[in-house]
């Protein structure tokens, strides 16, 4: 069996344990065991108005068996269908029974609904009016095995809510004695035993089968039900029906052996569908509410929340369940309204702790935001959290902040909070909720309001007889709460954002008052504008943001605790043990931590490190990955665990109260608990193969993890499925490499780009996906010696496919088959780009534009037109593939930057590591004794980017032979060097008529290559045997520069199309052929700063920008904008509203559109510009044509011309 089946096979293995022995056991006695005495019911001798004694039904009873009969009989037709064939009846003295069921119908024993059927006293004929109002025990069971006619409506209803009224191991027994039912007469008659009794035991098998296969959870939750249930269908049913006992026992065995029935199952083809999740963007410190796409935020929200809303049992619901015992009775419901409640509360404290008027403005546009998707997606639950933390007195008195709010924003806000009016007990909701499709998340809260009213305002009993008629009504609750659980939703998780939203922190009601009252006094709603409040504030030097973080910082006093005089984790933080970045606090703000302070750790000792993990509050997402991935760098397993489990064990208060040590053990045991298990549980979600590779770390981590599972009661089953879940993982699935088949015979020349693209991209796959971060962390501690394999794939094997690349097409025999190879790897390079196969393009980019293959003159003549342009395009997308900085910048798209399959170009990630490890020292503080853990963040950032690389493999991939034949061991290709240097030697003289020359140099390279070989002879790779012939090169010619206009049109036809994410506006070649030309240079460039002229049309155009223009000025050193360095310069203005950057351009193109597009981005990224902030981009300039107006609109330019050029005819 598979490992992704080994949760359901554990479980598997201990149902059919109990199978077997209750089997087993029942060979072994003969009968049932003891069953529970039911108490005998004393009736009160009244007599009722409302009693209707039911008659028999005129037709007889279908034989059918559907939900309401048993599993057929092995003679392959229904029992009942053999007896039903005459009418039944039950008035007969035949049919009067003995013990506890022959007690006749009466007021003291059953009451009946009145009936509304039509007529002057008349007579029930429908036994669906039969509806049960108060009865007995003995009578509810007597009717839900009523032999006359099935009632599924009643039996469902019984079944959802028998545990308010009794057991289910009396319903058994009073089953077993409905089963053995005897004549009163003591004589049993062949109509008896076949029309009577028989069709009891036809329902009581119905009972049992819609019980089992409707609340399996009944069975699943009490194992003691189970074999009773068990030994009731061996030692009762089976003994008349052998085949309907063996059915019911395997159907109850399949279920319980099956997964939970609360697991979402997911429809893969739908899951196919499922929009892409918005990925924040990636930023320096703890992520934020507005960094966060408010669509996103409503997805996660509702993912989490029908994860929960799907737990909820129908036992939950009874006799207010959830209010009871801390809500331990209805764990599920009481989690649910705990989240509900947070989130609420989450709501506020995320509006007060902005720090500017400002931002709780945009904070509260931002929900509003959220709340719309949430109403989108029917989740009403999220909904009404929204609406919660906007009601919450601390939010809701801030007027002056809810009238800056946009207007439309508003108008969206009070439309759904008219939907979710509580008025007339929900009703425009309940309204409202009629007309909604699945999926849908309901707002819970109105259905416990329901049951709240029917539990305190109905009785459970009626004298001495069950209340059934509000059973009735609370089933009803019941079923339509289940029906929104069968629908899930087909979104895709995203970590980061669901991260964030469980961590979050809230504040309670009072101290958000606190806050309000500082933000805005007692009446300064009527006195002040919202300006004049700001001002106040910073007069009195308040920040909403710190006294947020005040008082929840703020602890109760618990007392001396017990046994921390030689714990680590209870030293206080001095020099010695752990160093703050004393600006962290004060240039961030603090509003956007989730943490605390856990970002700001420069240095600290191994258990300060591991108290920051573990503490009260949560851990950044940042500080937790970045400890998982670099902990082996600076501690031993041992050591790690050691630690973490003496975190686990908190010391308790020496001699506190009951109230105290609850309080103690709410607030501060059970969270540092929970936050060691989280560690454990993302180290095994995250980084499984970090664990299963190593034997010494994966038995270390288990014997924590059974410990927890043993200690714990409410861990304990989380616990159970982190190492269930350990077993589970598999390696990632990948295409198979195909056999080399040594018949074939083909070369590089004969093989398709799509082959190429195909077999490079399986090849490095396999490779890619085998590293580990222990790979990488000796490559990085050790040197390459250690890691060779790493060293050999990564680094050495992209510089000897560059070569054999090379090889290829110099080796060629006539310069048609050079050009055809040199057009297919062209291709081939810009496929590799779009299929994000970073690596192979790499290497296929270089052998291209390396000076022995662009010296091929005439090779390259034979090319179609639009290749030399494509190829000088690509010289960009070269230069940004070998560093990392503009790899991750210029060529990985942002929406999609880990969400799709990719290779990245691992040797400048080994490049950018290892630069990393060898600049910064591993400890740091006055004696050298702290880890660095900024060199451990540096580092984890870029493990961390190519774990989620490894995440999303390839899986569409179809391997061939032909081209599996070809590159097999490319490297080992390369025969002799000597002899391809004379081939490009020999292909220049060819082509230059310098036969003298070329002789010359040839002997003088013959002479050189012989004296190194006899000294180190054939050692090395491939390239390095390469480099020792390297110097002797002579020079070769650069390729041609091709026309500006032709390498524009090849970057509007080719890179536009295939590597949008490369060149994501119009050109990015063009801007470098016009750097190269002053003369043009001059024409193009922006006037910094505005001339008369140009700030009299902006001021004209513009006239909501009342401020002055400024000149805003940046280096660029990495060339982000240009290619290379250089300095920035913008003219800039601010609104009210938003910032205008103002270029004044003599003539403008596509290529000058395109760099106004990268200057404002830099501009956006370097002036820190927020993301509510809106920047609006205006060029000024003489002229301009139709269609360069119609890009400029595209991408949101606004271009102020003295005039239009016409377009030019053809």
Known sequence: MSTSNSKSTKKSSNWSKLFKATRAQTRNSSSLPPSTSHKPIHTAGQSSPAFRKPPAPRASVSGSLSEDSSPPSPSGSSPLQRVATTDLNLDSPEFMLAGVFGQQDSPETIIFEESTSSGKGSQIQSPELLRIKNATLIKLIERVTYPAYPDPKYLLAFLLTYRSFTTGAEILDLLEKRWNCEPHSGARTPDFESKFVQRIRLRVLNVVKVWISKHTYDFRDDIELTKRVIAFLDDVVAKDMRGSADGLKKSLERRLEAEDSREIHLDEKKMELAPTPKVPPMKRGALTLLDMNPLEVARQITLIEFRLYNKCRPWEFLGLAWTRNAGQDAPNVHKMIHWSTRMSLWVATEILRGKTAKKKIAVISMFIKIAKYLRKLNNFNGLMEIMAGFENSAVHRLRPYWDAVPKAHMELFENVKDIMSNSKNFAAFRTFLKQVDPPCIPYIGMYLTDLTFMEEGIPDNVGDLINFSKRWKVAAVIQDIQQYQQAPYHLHKLGVIQDYLTNAQALDNETMYKISLECMPRG???????????????????????????????????????????????????????????????????????????????????????????????????????????????????????????????????????EILSKYVAKVQFPIQLRVFNLLKVWQEKYPRDLTSDPELLALFRELVSFIQEDSKMLGTRAERVLESLEEKETVKLPALPPVDPKISASLVDLSSIELVQQLTIMEQHKFQQLTTANLERYLRLGPEKESDLHAWAVQRQQDMKLWFMWQIVMLRTKEMRAKLIETLLTTAIELLEFRNYFSASYVLAALQSPEVTSLKKSWALLPKGAPPKMFALRTVSEHLRKHATFYKHILPLDSRFSLPCIPPMHIYLNALQEIYDTLPDYIGENSNLINFEKAKRLSALLSQIHKFQSKPFGNLVASPRPAAVLHNCTHNLQSYERFVDKVLELQAAEAGDVVARRATMNMIRRETAATSSTSPGTGSPASRFNRTGSFKIPLSPPPQPDPAAVEAALAETMLSCVPQVCSSITEAADIQESVDESSNAMFSNTVPLTDIGLKRFRTRCPEAVDELEVWSRDDPDGEVLGWPSTISLNVCNAPTCVFVVFELRSITKARLSKVMREVEFYKVNALIQQEVETRVVVLTRSISPELASVARNLQILCVAESVRPKMPG
């Open 524 to 658: 300064a709603a009527k006195e002040l504008t919202l300006r004049e409040l700001e001002e106040q504030q910073k007069s009195k030097g308040v920040d909403s943001s710190q006294l947020a973080d005040q008082e929840r910082d703020s602890e109760m006093d618990y007392g001396e605790l017990d046994g921390v005089k030689d714990n680590p984790f209870y030293q206080g933080d001095s020099s010695e043990n752990i160093l703050l970045d004393s600006n962290a606090r004060k240039d961030s703000d603090p509003s956007t931590s989730s943490s605390g302070s856990d970002t700001s750790v420069r240095g600290a000792s191994l258990p300060k490190l591991i108290e920051r993990l573990t503490g009260v509050k949560p851990p950044s997402a940042e500080f937790l990955e970045s400890f998982l991935l670099m902990w082996s760098t600076f501690a031993t397993p041992k050591e790690i665990f050691q630690l973490l489990k003496l975190r686990y064990n908190v010391p308790l208060p020496k001699n506190p109260t009951s």
